[in-house]
């Protein structure tokens, strides 16, 4: 089973602030998910990725297979960025805890 | 398309009563996934279908949960009896591949059982 650590658990930022969330894994992938879960909301897939790193307007992941690691990163960030962000291989098998971002004006 | 579509979104049940979640995928999407989120342990897969075909169960907590896929287009998760341990929010996700690549996600079901 392969283990997926996400930090940190908890972050409030101020609006304007580069945010940093962090994914690690024990076993190797090909690939693998950042989600995003606003409160009471659905769960929607920002990025899926296998090497090197996307952008999607504000938000850029990264991932390093042979590390094991990706990273989420939000520039400029904006109090509608508040949620639960989930990175997930893409087996769909397992799933982070989740990072709970708030953005304060 | 309309994504996919679970239903209820909110069920309030008590203990020891039987419950069924639905699931609608998105036409065309061949892999279906049922997931159960708590706070404590976050998002949990219980099991997943391939073409109809239940491919993993091992996630499945007990023998009081059950989930057919008995065509393409629908799915159901079954609780009998449910107890209020199993309260939690309960996602169906579809793909059109094999695996977890492009997932659509429902708006997830709600389940409180007192």
């Known amino acids: 089973k392969n283990e997926v650590e996400q930090s940190p658990q908890n972050l409030t930022a101020q609006e304007g602030e580069f945010i940093t969330i962090n994914c690690s894994y024990s076993?190797?992938?090909?690939?693998l998910h950042w989600l995003q879960q606003h409160p009471g909301g659905g769960i929607v897939s920002l990025f899926m990725l296998s090497s090197g790193k996307k952008k999607h307007g504000r938000l850029i992941a990264t991932i390093n297979i042979q590390e094991k690691h990706s990273s989420l990163h939000i520039t400029a960030s904006h109090p509608r960025d508040s949620a639960v962000y989930i990175c997930?291989?893409?087996?769909?098998?397992?799933f982070g805890k989740g990072t709970h971002l708030i953005i304060q004006p | 398309d309309a994504g996919v579509i679970q239903s209820p979104r909110h069920e309030v049940t008590e203990m020891g009563q039987e419950v069924t979640l639905r699931c609608k995928p998105i036409s065309g999407h061949n892999s279906l996934f049922w997931y159960r989120q708590t706070m404590m342990r976050g998002l949990e897969l219980l099991i997943y279908?391939?073409?109809?075909?239940?491919?993993?169960d091992s996630g499945m907590p007990e023998d009081r949960f059950s989930a057919k896929m008995p065509n393409a287009s629908f799915s159901t998760l079954k609780i009998q009896p449910s107890e209020p341990r199993d309260s939690a929010v309960y996602f169906c996700?579809?793909?059109?591949?094999?695996?977890?690549?492009?997932?659509?996600f429902g708006q997830g079901t709600r389940l409180t059982v007192v």
């Open positions: 279908f391939n073409n109809n075909v239940p491919i993993d």
């Open positions: 997930a291989p893409a087996d769909g098998l397992t």
């Open positions: 996700a579809s793909t059109a591949t094999g695996g977890f690549t492009e997932a659509f």
């Open positions: 076993v190797g992938i090909s690939a």
